[in-house]
C-alpha cells in the first residue's frame, strides 16, 4: 500500500517559520512529481509549491520569497520551509505526490496520485 505520511504542522507566531515534512512509502519507484496544497476554512483547496523529481520547482504567488520546497529523492520525501508566515498561511496542507507504483509481480506499474491526510498551521500570535 502507498501512503504520504506529512509531520511538522502546528501553531507558530506571525513573522515565524515552520518546516513540514511528507515521506512516500510503500512499493515505490519513482516520485515523478511531489507538491505542497492548502486548504483555509471556507476556501478551496489551492497548490502552494510543487517539484520534479529533476529539481524543477513551481510556486503560488502567495508562497514566492517566503516559502521553499525542497526534496530528497532516494527518501522519497519533499519538505516546505515556510519563512516569515502570515495569519492568513493558516491553513491545512497536504502533500501531494505523483508515485510510479511496482505490480504485485514485482514490475513498473502505472503512475498514480496520492494525497496525504494533511497537517494544520495555525499562525496566531
Known amino acids: 500500500q502507498v501512503q504520504l505520511v506529512e509531520s511538522g504542522g502546528g501553531l507558530v507566531q506571525p513573522g515565524g517559520s515552520l518546516r513540514l515534512s511528507c515521506a512516500a512509502s510503500g512499493n515505490i519507484f519513482s516520485t515523478s512529481v511531489m507538491a505542497w496544497y492548502r486548504q483555509a476554512p471556507g476556501k478551496q483547496r489551492e497548490l502552494v509549491a510543487s517539484?520534479?523529481?529533476?529539481?524543477?520547482?513551481n510556486y503560488a504567488d502567495s508562497a514566492k520569497g517566503r516559502f521553499t520546497i525542497s526534496n530528497n529523492n532516494a527518501k522519497n520525501t519533499v519538505y516546505l520551509q515556510m519563512n516569515s508566515v502570515q495569519p492568513e498561511d493558516t491553513a491545512v496542507y497536504y502533500c501531494f505526490a505523483n508515485l510510479g507504483v511496482y505490480t504485485p509481480s514485482g514490475l513498473r506499474g502505472n503512475f498514480r496520485t496520492v494525497w496525504g491526510q494533511g497537517t494544520l498551521v495555525t499562525v496566531s500570535s
Open positions: 517539484i520534479t523529481s529533476g529539481g524543477t520547482t
